[in-house]
């Protein structure tokens, strides 16, 4: 079965970058009908999608609004995992993350990371 | 965005309850409407998918149903296991999806 495995620091500095990497077994992160993405929860703004990226005969990325510019998300096709960069960070981006399979509806979630962004 | 509005926002029940959760969308969102399962300090579960499609290995007690804006999630009978905080999602415009605020079930 699928399962991902996060990692990344748990407490970043305001103004600082972000890096999330969620490594993947049981799938591929280069499969034909797979996407991935990035979520954080808060209580202040609940679930909120930030990211997705997917292959089909090429790479394709999208963002939310609220992080566009500021975020990018990576495959690495040979370490099977994706990675989540997040920059200008401020105490609003404090949140659990989580890195989940699927573009629509999202299964299974990774462990989720708790990231405080605090100086 | 498509704003999910869920209610109540809490409920408390007893086990062998039969519980309705509903989920209302801003506008229509046909039949792209998602359920998870979120236990204290773990990550959600899909429990159902498409309005009224179960994720495998969710038990057939939850229930989906709906279209267009307004949606329900019934568990038919609660069970122990079945204590957590309930979302909807609506997939309508992936992948710049929402979420409603959620639902808490709490044992009476």
């Known amino acids: 079965q699928v399962q991902l495995q996060q990692s990344g620091p748990g407490l970043v500095k305001p103004s600082q970058t972000l890096s999330l990497t969620c490594a993947i077994s049981?799938?591929?992160?280069?499969?034909?009908?797979?996407?991935w993405s990035w979520i954080r929860q808060s209580p202040s703004r609940g679930l909120e999608w930030l990211a997705r990226?997917?292959?089909?005969?090429?790479?394709?990325?999208d963002y939310s609004v609220s992080v566009m510019g500021r975020a990018t998300i990576s495959p690495d096709t040979s370490r099977n995992q994706f990675s989540l960069q997040l920059n200008s960070l401020t105490p609003e981006d404090t949140a659990v993350y989580y890195c989940?399979?699927?573009?629509?509806?999202?299964?299974?979630w990774g462990q989720g990371t708790l990231v405080t962004v605090s100086s | 965005d498509i704003q999910m509005t869920q209610s109540p926002s809490s409920l408390s029940a007893s086990v062998g309850d039969r519980v309705t959760i509903t989920c209302r969308a801003s506008q229509s969102v046909v039949n792209y409407l998602n359920w998870y399962q979120q236990k204290p300090g773990k990550a959600p579960e899909l429990l159902i998918y498409s309005t009224s499609s179960l994720q495998s290995g969710v038990p057939s007690r939850f229930r989906g149903s709906g279209s267009g804006t307004e949606f329900t999630l019934t568990i038919s009978s609660l069970q122990p296991e079945d204590f957590a905080t309930y979302y909807c999602q609506q997939s309508y415009t992936s992948p710049r999806v929402t979420f409603g605020a959620g639902t808490k079930v709490e044992i009476k």
């Open positions: 989940v399979r699927g573009g629509s509806h999202f299964e299974p």
């Open positions: 990226t997917y292959y089909r005969s090429k790479w394709y990325f």
């Open positions: 049981g799938d591929s992160v280069s499969s034909n009908s797979a996407a």
